[in-house]
């Protein structure tokens, strides 16, 4: 069974630093691209980043390039983000997602984790 | 960039009811185009992929149908379940995902 679980969710001052984590299981972690979405509180859904399954290849929204940093760590099976010059527009919930099939890119959420909460206030 | 317009951003409905959610983009994606439905405090839960393919698991209640600019979310008999957000998603630039704002399904 395919699990995602997101983990590092925190209260956290503007203009400070936060890294997620999204273990996964169940699958063969190495052989899937892995997404960051993210949602505002009453908000709609937003992506956030993407990398492919060796980690070698990165995308970001603008919103967040150039703060945001993503990676991961195949022989953990952990995908993470770097959250970096946090602003109260960063506050969310965040969700790791992946596609069902493998490949570079995610083009379909077939599988989320449950979400790690995001505050950015004073 | 693409985006991505649902209508309407909210509907009341019966139990039993035919419900039809619209998405638009600003220019053509093809048939990359998925359909979520989120209920409060849970994750997005995938219905329909590539426009018209049901998930695995889903009730066969849910169809979508489109291409190109227009596209479909049908529930064909709505159930108490069904009272949820759903957006769209457009994949045709992947890796960046762009999202409908949403529609909420409420009870009537």
């Known amino acids: 069974e395919v699990q995602l679980l997101e983990s590092g969710g925190d209260l956290v001052q503007p203009g400070g630093s936060l890294r997620l984590s999204c273990t996964a299981s169940?699958?063969?972690?190495?052989?899937?691209?892995m997404t960051w979405v993210r949602q505002a509180p009453g908000k709609g859904l937003e992506w956030v980043s993407a990398?492919?399954?060796?980690?070698?290849?990165?995308y970001y929204a603008d919103s967040v390039k150039g703060r945001f940093t993503i990676s991961r760590d195949n022989s953990k099976n952990t995908l993470y983000l770097q959250m970096n010059s946090l602003r109260a527009e960063d506050t969310a919930v965040y969700y790791c997602?992946?596609?069902?099939?493998?490949?570079?890119?995610?083009?379909?959420?077939?599988?989320w984790g449950q979400g790690t909460q995001v505050t950015v206030s004073s | 960039d693409i985006q991505m317009t649902q209508s309407p951003s909210s509907l009341s409905a019966s139990v039993g009811d035919r419900v039809t959610i619209t998405c638009r983009a600003s220019?053509?994606?093809?048939?990359?185009l998925n359909w979520y439905q989120q209920k409060p405090g849970k994750a997005p839960k995938l219905l329909i992929f590539?426009?018209?393919s049901l998930q695995s698991g889903v009730p066969s209640r849910f169809s979508g149908s489109g291409s190109g600019t227009d596209f479909t979310l049908t529930i064909s008999s709505l159930q108490p379940e069904d009272f949820a957000t759903y957006y769209c998603?457009?994949?045709?630039?992947?890796?960046?995902?762009?999202f409908g704002q949403g529609t909420k399904v409420e009870i009537k």
């Open positions: 997602a992946k596609d069902a099939k493998g490949g570079d890119y995610v083009r379909v959420g077939a599988y």
């Open positions: 169940g699958f063969t972690f190495s052989n899937y691209a």
């Open positions: 990398t492919s399954g060796s980690g070698h290849s990165t």
């Open positions: 220019q053509t994606i093809s048939s990359y």
């Open positions: 590539e426009a018209s």
């Open positions: 998603q457009q994949s045709y630039t992947t890796p960046g995902w762009t």
